[in-house]
């Protein structure tokens, strides 16, 4: 009798054995299927299939029906999410959920339903297409667009143009194009021949071209750092791989960590690579990322630019990995499944036995470290592409001087200059809102969230003070709920009250400021960087969202208002993630022929650390930093486990995870130490409280021995179900 294992998205650690779905012959492992379980029915995804079950036969339920035709996930496929799984000791069956577009998550059958696409109107011709000079992103669109007259979908569109929506409308406004169904996906529009505008492909220098051949001349898996300072050009290498693989005939990932850096790359590539491309990220409805999702899985797609959980697209003819911004934390997935797609594409690749390039301009320990050890090649691009030149590092010591929202007069003066002289200033601060806490003056109230040790920030625009960690939102109120006293005043500053004084002290000048708050609305972001690119705005204001990966030529002064707390914080990568903060920051300075400058305001200005990294560079900073923490045996040096526990009292989680502690200690750990329980840095957080207890030791090998041992203890424990707890592997953040 065959037995069907089939993996449910459930938080168990087990997959579940099953019957053969009646009257069907032709299933396979890969394919989605309806499974009863307990009193309700759920979706699974055969994994395998057996001759034996240590469940009675009788007992055994049969599948209910198949969802797919033909697997969704190849053996390849299925293999690296389930070690995954185990790696991250993650339940498979969410594991492998977490894998598919949202849609395919539920039960529904894949649709074959037509898709809605644009296609030219009669009217459109080469000779409309000249007239449209003056708008180039609506003259690209149509082009595209003439190339396929039956039409061409959505995703589409979206993969080969970015965000065009805007540029659509325009055109269907002009009645240059419409609406049409297409009936399967297209190919993308027609690019021009990369050959064809060699004039406008830029040279590689020395460093680029030796990396280029580099990896051109690996042969199976080998793991290569591009450590590149920040307009060295690392884009240009990915495109020239990017194209060295087509020609062999195989796909390439590119992962990013943010949306907002795909736009930009995906508008280079298009106009670069004559390939199908795809783009991969939350932001896309349902269906268009199922769409995309199932032409790189059968092989259609050829490019695969996408987020996180773009680590797990099907890719049957995969050739080449790239992860750009690799240090950055945004990789990691800090709940659920939380993997890390950096180490995963590593992973990827070598399970694919294809290369894996790891780029930034400021690279975590960890992958310095490995690169130390030999185990990944370390290439270098030490200077800027085209004859730019690195910014110049000021220091702007603001202590007992007066500051306006946060600004010196150092910077009120440059900024000036700078406006006058026809370039760009980016303005940094990465703090969203008007300000961090309203006061009374009278009392001292302070507006403190009621479900999180957190205060609540004032946004003004809004008329709310919104909590930055749960979300809960409330009215702003008109006096102090204490003492009634209408003298109510912000404390600090936030990005929208900063907007506000440069809008005053700065009449007249276009000003964009670049947050979550401010680019909401779908295709917003994309918006506001491409005027920034296009100089429309002499004042750019944000946070982290501008601050890596966005080539912005017209800028020539970069002013960091704040960064002090990265410094002193209590988590040990505190000081460098404000370092690579600060680099990326700076890095958006004088990217073109013109020189760029970096002001940086600070309380600290004889700070070591900081003095290292202005002075001598982020090479010099990594260096010293890796010192300290193989002194202090922290990672990389060491590796970590954090089981984390949040309940809704206080005693609770801490009662449980001091049961754990004692288990572990049962089990004989031998060099791993446990360090805790103790309460999260922020320990109450919507409405719950949360702690943790630390694992670490020297080795991988004995700290995974003891997890697997320690997680079977943990689910028999009789209070496990009264609060919700997850181990993490190798955490990147504390709670």
Sequence with gaps: MAIVQVAVAAPLPEVFDYLPPPDVSDYDIGQRVVVPFGRSRRVGIIVGCRSESAIAPDR?????????????????DLALIRWAADYYRCPPGEALFSALPSRLRRPVPSSEQALKGWRPTAASDNGRLQQLSRAPRQAATLAALLTRPLGLDDAALRGQLGDCRAALKALEAKGLIERCPVSKPTDGPARPDPAADSMLIPRLNDEQQRAVETLNQASGFNCFLLDGVTGSGKTEVYIRLINSTLERGQQILVLVPEIGLTPQLAERFSHRISAESVVLHSGLAEREREIAWRRAACGQARLVL????????????????????EHDVSLKQQDGFRYSARDLAVRRGQMSQCPVLLGSATPSLETLRNAERGRYQHLQL?????????????????RAQPLITGLSHALLTRMAEVIEAGNQVLLFLNR?????VLTCHDCGWISVCQHCDARMTLHRGHGQLICHHCGDQRPLPVQCPYCESPDLRPLGQGTERVEDSLRQRFPGIPLARIDRDNTRRKGELERLLAAARDGAYPILLGTQMLAKGHHLPGVTLVGILDLDHGLYGSDFRATERMAQLLIQVAGRAGRAERPGTVLVQTRHPDHPLLIRL?????????????NERAEARLPPFSFQALLRADSRTEQLGFDFLRDARALALALEPGPVELWGPAPASMERRAGRFRAQLLLQCSQRGPLHALIDRLLPALRAHEGHRRLRWSIDIDPQESL
Aim: aromatic share 6%.
């Design 306 to 325: 996408g987020t996180r959980s773009a680590i797990f697209t099907p890719l049957p003819e995969l050739g080449l990995v790239i992860v750009d911004e």
């Design 432 to 436: 969203r809102g008007f300000a961090p």
């Design 614 to 626: 202005l002075r001598q560079g982020y090479s010099s900073f990594a260096a010293a930093a890796l």
């Design 60 to 76: 055994l339920k049969p599948i209910e029906r198949c969802l797919d035709q033909a697997p969704l996930l190849s053996a390849a």
């Design 382 to 398: 030490h200077r800027r592409a085209g004859g730019a030149q690195a910014p110049r590092f000021l220091l702007a010591d603001i």
